[in-house]
């Protein structure tokens, strides 16, 4: 038996469905279908199987043939069906089922919205995602985002209107120092970004690099915060993940990977010469093999260097534990030719006489001082412009000690400088030690003058008086008369000097005390003739004598009267010292009784042969103040000594940083400690520390040399840090400037790197040796009630 | 005349044509500093304005827009572009914001109901072309109330005829539910023609108790069962074509109110 075909076509065969209209008969699921159905309202029309037509006063039956055709008792009278019909079943349609769920679906998503956005939690709830957990803190959105401290009504218009210059990354910055202009790539201008990688044509990168980098990239473009850190991606999410395309794109220089195309280590790690001058390759090559038994000389490179943090850069474990061993008597100054003390204050030597002979006025001055003085001289009178003018035009003369010849307005500049220096020394005793400082600094620079404490410590006063007395023993009386005009123009000298006349100054056993008596003191360079033939310019040569009161008392000799000694560090001396207690630290009263003289006292007490049984270096040896016949010394106490460094940074006082700069001097700190500077017109900087973890410091390329320590070979540090016999490296250090050196070791080789880092073993991102954020900027300050009003930020 | 699988062909090129350079203008945009999401972002809300426009096409269409059939080309093709756009704006992730997340949802709920659909409406009028007479889906639950009436029939006048209620006790007992309405939906939806076999199975073993005069009337209820078999299977098929879009359509409307949101907040909150 064959199946019967069930669907058929034709009005008179099978009813019309009108499934795109909203309503539909409700029988057709039953088989049954509407002969009258729902109509588009969903309402039934007519109660009976059709609507009868009235035609020449006859209601005729319109029944479809489909549902039977015209029945047969057809419609009544009054025009109504005479079928009555069930009523339709109005169903929706499929279509109004689904707008009716699309509508239903929309008012609950809204209704939702309006709930979230609503409520207490709204703004939480718009969160797109959790916070990375160093932000878990920031709880209020308005810690980020500007437009939360606005309604949400106002978020549409500010969507179009824009944030008026107020930027959510204004916001980052207020945590996160990265720099005076963290908009700019790198933080840096374009300038300083073309001077550290000069451009380049690109080459080596792939074409979407290229294409990006030629097409999209303004490397002058402000750039956002978000626009690398992606906020909102959970709390373990790496927001400052940043690929390698990204970096080639804007970098000139483009290649493929680190091992495929990555420039060589031609100026990494070092850029500069060290700040510590210390030749490895003479040290391990020949010091550390020559160095007598006993000496304490390092055995392999973590002797002396160490990582310093976490990030594993390497430093120097210190002096004391690399170099103590062999250098630290240098500092102490032992076995010195010259004095082991930096001459701080010293008394420059004048040809008082030819001054006297001039008219100028000098009161006492030291006989015997030579000399210009210490290299803290002329930093001193800079106090006092007519003393530094005068100084400065004194600098020129040849000889101080011969101004015979000298112009007029030198032997005056000499006058000048020479009562600035008393009126100094005056105010030294009458004021302590803050008169040096107030010399140098003056009174206003607060911040220096902490500083510039250092520079005088352990200064004593009883030094002060010690020294004040021993070169000028009645300066104060000298200059209230020089003020009052009341000193005594000097008369003049014939200009007469014979060895007979020198010989007439001194008594014979004193000179020969001092110079040995076989000795004849000008006997191998001048002859008496030669002596004698100075020419003297009488003082009625025209040059007009100073203006000198009638009144002028007498003054006591030039000659000093007491014989300054050496005075131990101030500290010890904490209480008044009385006469016996001086003469048993420093001896008698008689300068020129010198050590040499008490030595060979066999008459000398016991308390005396106790107190002279040292040199004056022996007994300054751990370090400090000392009067030294015409100067006043610091001796270094060791190795970072705090005046000395002091001195050394104290940009107020250029010679004298110059003068102890030199590797020679007291202290030899710069034997060491390579002193800086690009321009002769800059400050020596002198580098007392090796290059140590700066906070504030962001380099580009950082290199955690712990991380490696496990994977050294049997070379150990030798196998990347080779040493280069041929570099002259001591050869940078005479000169300033940093960036000319020559490195103790050969570049690094980059192929030892790349044999790990690549894609496949220990990584080649970028971001794994280099920072973005770079340079030279310091933490921002914590965000208290304080600061937020400081700054007024929200 | 370009044939279905030539215009699939077509198209299929033409649309890989332009998602590969999609994808090689995202990357590229991404490697620069710019913000992809941006790029992204925009082509997807274009993308969906342009999906969500064929709806009202349909409705439209006493205009002269070119033919629902080009629409529903267009439509189909960019539904997979913009999957593509979403893939690169969202990443493989679940966002984790609660407007994100209903985004996510509703966009997911949206392009998976599309790509169901769309399967389903490649690949199920085949397999109706192949089973049975192809009726009209409106029609069905007539066929079936016809079916019936004439299987009700045919057991009453054999019992009449015979005498033996045999026929019409199984018609009553197994073959009146079957023949009341559509039935083995899910079976039918699935390719199963395991509930229709095993009740054939019964019927067939019924044929050694029938006499003669019930053996005949035995044959036409098998053909009348495999014809109800027939309508219900294509009752099942139908009503998955029509009605895949129930699920398709409401989470288009959803997505488009979220995607709003979603770009308000992304503009209020991104200075």
Same mark, same amino acid.
């Given at each position: 038996?064959?199946?019967?075909?069930?669907?058929?076509?034709?009005?008179?065969?099978?009813?019309?469905?009108?499934?795109?209209?909203?309503?539909?008969?409700?029988?057709?699921?039953?088989?049954?279908?509407?002969?009258?159905?729902?109509?588009? $309202?969903?309402?039934?029309?007519?109660?009976?199987?059709?609507?009868?037509?009235?035609?020449?006063?006859?209601?005729?039956?319109?029944?479809?043939?489909?549902?039977?055709?015209?029945?047969?008792?057809?419609?009544?009278?009054?025009?109504?069906?005479?079928?009555?019909?069930?009523?339709?079943?109005?169903?929706?349609?499929?279509?109004?089922?689904r707008r009716l769920v699309s509508r239903w679906i929309t008012a609950i998503t809204v209704g939702l919205l309006m709930v979230v956005l609503g409520g207490q939690q709204g703004l939480a709830l718009l969160e797109p995602g959790p916070r990375v957990s160093g932000h878990a803190q920031l709880q209020a959105c308005d810690a980020c985002h500007e437009s939360a401290d606005h309604p949400m009504s106002s978020w549409l218009g500010r969507v179009f209107s824009g944030h008026a210059g107020a930027t959510d990354s204004q916001r980052c910055l207020l945590c996160h120092g990265v720099g005076e202009a963290p908009e700019l790539a790198h933080g840096l201008s374009a300038q300083q970004r073309e001077a550290l990688a000069p451009a380049q044509?690109?080459?080596?990168?792939?074409?979407?690099?290229?294409?990006?980098?030629?097409?999209?990239?303004?490397?002058?473009?402000?750039?956002?915060?978000?626009?690398?850190?992606?906020?909102?991606?959970?709390?373990q999410a790496d927001i400052s993940a940043m690929s390698n395309a990204r970096c080639q794109t804007c970098h000139t220089q483009q290649f493929n990977s680190f091992a495929d195309g990555h420039p060589d280590f031609e100026d990494f790690p070092a850029r500069r010469r060290t700040r510590i001058q210390f030749d490895h390759v003479a040290h391990i090559g020949k010091h550390f093999a020559d160095a007598p038994e006993g000496a304490v000389v390092p055995e392999a490179c973590g002797d002396?260097?160490? %990582?310093?943090?976490?990030?594993?850069?390497?430093?120097?474990?210190?002096?004391?534990?690399?170099?103590?061993?062999?250098?630290?008597?240098?500092?102490?100054?032992?076995?010195?030719?010259?004095?082991?003390?930096?001459?701080?204050?010293?008394?420059?030597?004048?040809?008082?006489?030819?001054?006297?002979?001039?008219?100028? !006025?000098?009161?006492?001055?030291?006989?015997?001082?030579?000399?210009?003085g210490s290299a803290f001289l002329e930093s001193l009178l800079q106090a006092d412009p007519t003393a530094h003018a005068a100084y400065q035009r004194l600098r020129d003369a040849d000889d101080w000690l011969d101004l015979s010849s000298a112009p007029l307005e030198t032997l005056q500049a000499a006058q000048t400088v020479i009562w600035a220096y008393k009126r100094f020394m005056l105010d030294l005793r009458e004021q302590g030690a803050s008169a040096l400082v107030q010399r140098l600094i003056g009174d206003s620079d607060r911040a220096? #003058?902490?500083?510039?404490?250092?520079?005088?410590?352990?200064? $004593?006063?009883? =030094?002060?008086?010690?020294?004040?007395?021993?070169?000028? %023993?009645?300066?104060?009386?000298?200059?209230?008369?020089? =003020?009052?005009?009341?000193l005594p123009v000097p008369e003049v000298v014939a200009p007469v000097i014979t060895a007979s006349s020198v010989e007439a100054d001194f008594d014979e056993d004193e000179f020969a005390d001092l110079f040995g008596d076989s000795g004849d003191l000008?006997?191998?360079?001048?002859?008496?003739? #030669?002596?004698?033939?100075?020419?003297?310019?009488?003082?009625?040569?025209?040059?007009?004598?100073?203006?000198?009161?009638?009144?002028?008392? @007498?003054?006591?000799?030039?000659?000093?009267?007491?014989?300054?000694?050496? !005075?131990?560090?101030? $500290?010890?001396?904490?209480? @008044?010292?009385?006469?016996?207690?001086?003469?048993?630290?420093?001896?008698?009263?008689?300068?020129?009784?010198?050590?040499?003289?008490?030595?060979?006292?066999?008459?000398?007490?016991?308390?005396?042969?106790?107190?002279?049984? +040292?040199?004056?270096? #022996?007994?300054?040896?751990?370090?400090?103040?000392?009067?030294?016949? +015409?100067?006043?010394?610091?001796?270094?106490?060791?190795?970072?000594?705090? +005046?000395?460094?002091?001195?050394?940074?104290?940009?107020?006082?250029?010679?004298?940083?110059?003068?102890?700069?030199?590797?020679?001097?007291?202290?030899?700190?710069?034997?060491?400690?390579?002193?800086?500077?690009?321009?002769?017109?800059?400050?020596?900087?002198?580098?007392?520390?090796?290059?140590?973890?700066?906070?504030?410091?962001?380099?580009?390329? #950082?290199?955690n040399h712990k991380a490696h320590f496990s994977i050294m070979g049997d070379a150990g540090c030798m196998g990347c840090h080779q040493l280069n016999a041929e570099a002259d490296y001591a050869a940078a250090f005479a000169g300033t400037d940093a960036r000319v050196f020559a490195s103790n070791f050969r570049n690094l080789e980059r192929n030892k790197c790349a044999t790990c880092h690549t894609g496949g073993q220990a990584g080649d991102q970028c971001t794994t040796c280099h920072s973005y954020h770079i340079g030279e900027f310091a933490a921002t300050e914590p965000l208290t009630r304080l600061t937020k009003a400081l700054s007024g930020s929200p | 005349m370009i044939t279905f699988a030539q215009r699939r062909l077509r198209n299929t090129l033409i649309s890989g044509l332009f998602f590969a350079l999609a994808i090689v203008v995202y990357t590229v945009y991404r490697d620069s500093h710019a913000r992809p999401e941006f790029l992204s972002g925009w082509t997807l809300l274009i993308l969906v304005f342009l999906l969500a426009a064929y709806h009202i096409r349909k409705r439209l269409s006493m205009l002269d827009l070119s033919p629902a059939a080009s629409w529903l080309q267009l439509h189909i093709y960019l539904g997979f572009g913009?999957?593509?756009?979403?893939?690169?704006?969202?990443?493989?992730?679940?966002?984790?914001?609660?407007?994100?997340?209903?985004?996510?949802?509703?966009?997911?709920?949206?392009?998976?109901?599309?790509?169901?659909?769309?399967?389903?409406?490649?690949?199920?009028?085949?397999?109706?072309?192949?089973?049975?007479?192809e009726v009209i889906y409106e029609r069905i639950p007539a066929f079936i109330s016809q079916l019936r009436d004439e299987s009700e029939a045919l057991v009453i006048d054999a019992a009449q005829r015979t005498g033996s209620s045999t026929l019409a006790d199984f018609y009553r007992d197994e073959l009146a539910p079957y023949f009341a309405g559509p039935r083995h939906f899910w079976a039918h939806l699935l390719g199963?023609?395991?509930?229709?076999?095993?009740?054939?199975?019964?019927?067939?073993?019924?044929?050694?108790?029938?006499?003669?005069?019930?053996?005949?009337?035995?044959?036409?209820?098998?053909?009348?069962?495999?014809?109800?078999?027939?309508?219900?299977?294509?009752?099942?098929?139908?009503?998955?074509?029509?009605?895949?879009?129930?699920?398709?359509?409401p989470a288009t409307a959803a997505m488009l109110i979220l995607v709003l949101v979603h770009v308000l907040l992304v503009y209020a909150f991104t200075a």
């Open positions: 038996m064959n199946k019967k075909p069930l669907q058929r076509f034709g009005y008179q065969d099978s009813p019309y469905h009108r499934p795109n209209q909203d309503w539909v008969c409700g029988y057709t699921d039953s088989g049954q279908a509407c002969p009258r159905g729902p109509e588009a $309202s969903g309402k039934c029309s007519g109660a009976g199987h059709c609507e009868p037509l009235q035609q020449e006063g006859r209601w005729k039956c319109t029944r479809s043939d489909l549902a039977g055709g015209p029945c047969n008792d057809g419609p009544t009278s009054d025009g109504r069906c005479g079928v009555a019909l069930p009523p339709c079943q109005p169903r929706r349609s499929l279509r109004a089922k044509p690109m080459a080596g990168a792939g074409l979407k690099v290229r294409w990006a980098s030629e097409l999209l990239v303004d490397p002058t473009a402000p750039l956002d915060c978000g626009q690398c850190h992606r906020e909102h991606r959970g709390t002396c260097h160490m %990582p310093a943090n976490a990030q594993g850069m390497m430093v120097m474990r210190g002096f004391d534990a690399g170099c103590a061993g062999c250098h630290a008597g240098d500092i102490a100054g032992a076995g010195r030719a010259d004095a082991p003390g930096v001459a701080i204050l010293q008394v420059p030597g004048f040809d008082v006489q030819a001054l006297h002979n001039a008219g100028m !006025v000098t009161g006492q001055w030291p006989e015997f001082a030579e000399g210009r220096a #003058e902490r500083q510039m404490r250092q520079l005088v410590s352990g200064l $004593s006063i009883h =030094v002060i008086e010690a020294t004040s007395d021993a070169w000028f %023993p009645d300066l104060a009386a000298e200059w209230a008369a020089y =003020v009052a005009g009341e000008f006997a191998s360079d001048e002859t008496e003739t #030669e002596i004698a033939a100075e020419p003297v310019r009488p003082i009625s040569d025209g040059i007009p004598a100073p203006v000198i009161p009638d009144s002028v008392p @007498a003054m006591p000799s030039s000659k000093p009267q007491a014989t300054p000694q050496p !005075v131990e560090q101030a $500290s010890v001396h904490t209480e @008044a010292v009385d006469d016996d207690e001086f003469d048993a630290l420093f001896g008698g009263d008689d300068l020129f009784s010198s050590d040499v003289e008490l030595d060979e006292d066999d008459t000398a007490s016991p308390v005396e042969k106790k107190s002279v049984a +040292l040199s004056l270096d #022996e007994r300054m040896r751990l370090g400090g103040w000392y009067l030294d016949d +015409l100067s006043l010394r610091y001796r270094p106490a060791g190795h970072a000594d705090a +005046l000395l460094q002091a001195w050394l940074q104290q940009a107020a006082a250029p010679q004298v940083v110059t003068a102890l700069a030199d590797p020679g001097s007291p202290g030899r700190c710069t034997k060491c400690h390579s002193a800086d500077r690009a321009n002769e017109s800059e400050q020596l900087r002198i580098n007392w520390h090796v290059a140590r973890p700066d906070p504030h410091q962001h380099a580009f390329t #950082e290199f | 913009a999957v593509l756009a979403f893939a690169l704006h969202v990443g493989p992730r679940w966002p984790d914001g609660l407007i994100e997340s209903m985004l996510f949802a509703a966009f997911v709920l949206t392009a998976g109901s599309g790509i169901v659909g769309l399967y389903l409406s490649r690949r199920l009028p085949r397999r109706l072309t192949r089973q049975g007479e199963s023609g395991k509930p229709i076999f095993m009740l054939s199975q019964r019927l067939n073993a019924l044929q050694r108790y029938l006499g003669a005069d019930e053996r005949e009337a035995h044959a036409q209820l098998v053909v009348l069962l495999d014809q109800k078999n027939d309508l219900d299977f294509h009752y099942a098929v139908q009503t998955l074509l029509k009605r895949w879009t129930i699920l398709h359509v």
